[in-house]
C-alpha cells in the first residue's frame, strides 16, 4: 500500500511540473507600447555589448555623450573660476596691503 502512495505522489508531482512548464513557456499578451517602454528600459546583454564597443572603436562618441550630458547639467563650457580669482586675488590683496603699509 505504501508504494501505491509514492507512486501517485510522484505522477501528481511530474502533472504539476509539467502544467507549470506550459503555464511558463506561454508569453504573456502585451501591447506595442508595453514592448517598446521594456525594450527602452532594460537593453539586453547582446545591447550592452555592442554599446561598450561602440565606445571603445569610437571615442568622439564617447565624448559627444559627456557633452550632452554636460549641457542637459547647465555646465557645458563654463571657466572654473576657482583656479584663477581664488589663487590670484589672494596675493594680490595681500602685495597691496603691504604695500600700502610700506608706504606709510
Do not use: Y
Amino acid at each position: 500500500m505504501g508504494d501505491w502512495i509514492g507512486l501517485a505522489f510522484f505522477v501528481l508531482f511530474l502533472v504539476i511540473v509539467l502544467f507549470a512548464i506550459r503555464m511558463l513557456a506561454n508569453p504573456r499578451p502585451r501591447t506595442s507600447e508595453e514592448f517598446e517602454k521594456n525594450a527602452v528600459d532594460n537593453p539586453t546583454a547582446i545591447g550592452a555589448f555592442m554599446n561598450a564597443l561602440h565606445e571603445v572603436t569610437d571615442p568622439s562618441a564617447t565624448k559627444a555623450k559627456e557633452v550632452r550630458m554636460q549641457m542637459k547639467e547647465g555646465r557645458f563650457q563654463k571657466k572654473k573660476r576657482e583656479g584663477k580669482s581664488g589663487g590670484n586675488a589672494g596675493t594680490e590683496r595681500h602685495g597691496d596691503a603691504e604695500t600700502s603699509e610700506s608706504e606709510i
